[in-house]
């Protein structure tokens, strides 16, 4: 019986190796084709002439949707040191927007929930920064594109609310990287008629979202290898690894949905420990 445990065990050792060499030939055939188009030189970002690179792009998506401007280039500076994180350089990915199951483009892989979870590929940052508006157009979001578009402290406080970040210190981050570097100052505000306008047709595309939101938001290979998977009863059992945003973004919920299901007050949790999930 203890042998053929150990041979399980090889066999599954073994099979993550391979995984891992897979990612590893995947993540270097990206760089590769990133250094050609680079020339083998690639712009080196300060947070000045990152603002400077990409506010442009931030302003267009805030006045198409009403995500402020400074709320964009606060998340991409610290998301993406300032565009100099090898997720950027290589995958043109700013926001560490994971693949999903409708997702065609290319993949690249690191360690970041889960070992070597997908994260999506982009032809430029350009689309990385349109993605991110397409990211927050779904339910658990809905709440702040009713705040007007030069609110950014109160965008600051809702991301963190509707679980976008567990550090319960992301929404000082965000306001204080907004304020020492005045990104503010990028953002508009909108007349009465704008906002109702806007509103209308952003609350439009996110009810269009919400019955394929499973598919366009949760992360694929989830649940990780060796998870118990969801019971019947709705309860999911924890295992070595697990996080409760990690738990969260796997079925779907916000931590702070997570924590209110278990009557949770902290972010620690036990392994074996048992969660409402549903």
């Known amino acids: 019986m203890k042998s053929k445990y150990l041979c399980l065990a090889l066999i599954v050792v073994l099979f993550s190796a391979c995984k891992t060499r897979q990612y590893s030939k995947n993540n270097k055939q990206i760089e590769k084709a990133a250094n050609k188009a680079n020339n083998n030189t690639y712009k080196s970002y300060n947070t000045l002439s990152y603002i400077e690179e990409f506010k442009g792009v931030a302003i267009e998506e805030m006045n198409a949707y009403g995500i402020p401007a400074s709320i964009t280039l606060a998340q991409g500076i610290l998301e993406s040191g300032s565009g100099n994180s090898d997720l950027a350089k290589y995958a043109n990915n700013h926001f560490g927007i994971k693949c999903t199951s409708d997702w065609k483009g290319k993949n690249y892989f690191r360690d970041d929930d889960q070992k070597n979870d997908c994260f999506r590929v982009y032809k430029d940052a350009r689309e990385s920064f349109k993605d991110h508006s397409e990211f927050l157009k779904r339910?658990?979001?809905?709440?702040?594109?009713?705040?007007?578009?030069?609110?950014?402290?109160?965008?600051?406080?809702?991301?963190?609310?509707?679980?976008?970040?567990?550090?319960?210190?992301?929404?000082?981050?965000?306001?204080?990287?907004?304020?020492?570097?005045?990104?503010?100052?990028?953002?508009?505000?909108?007349?009465?008629?704008?906002?109702?306008?806007r509103e209308d047709r952003v609350f439009n595309e996110i009810n269009e979202n919400i019955p394929l939101e499973k598919k366009k938001f949760t992360p694929v290979e989830t649940p990780p290898p060796g998870a118990k998977p969801i019971t019947a009863d709705g309860t999911y059992t924890v295992i070595k690894g697990d996080t409760l945003y990690n738990i969260s973004k796997r079925f779907n919920l916000s931590v702070d949905e997570l924590k209110m299901l278990n009557n949770i007050t902290t972010d620690g949790i036990k392994l074996g420990q048992v969660l409402k999930v549903k």
């Open 139 to 197: 339910k658990r979001y809905s709440f702040l594109f009713q705040l007007d578009k030069n609110d950014y402290k109160s965008w600051a406080q809702g991301l963190k609310t509707a679980g976008y970040a567990t550090n319960p210190k992301y929404p000082d981050l965000l306001i204080n990287t907004i304020e020492k570097y005045q990104l503010n100052q990028y953002d508009q505000s909108e007349s009465e008629k704008q906002k109702i306008a």
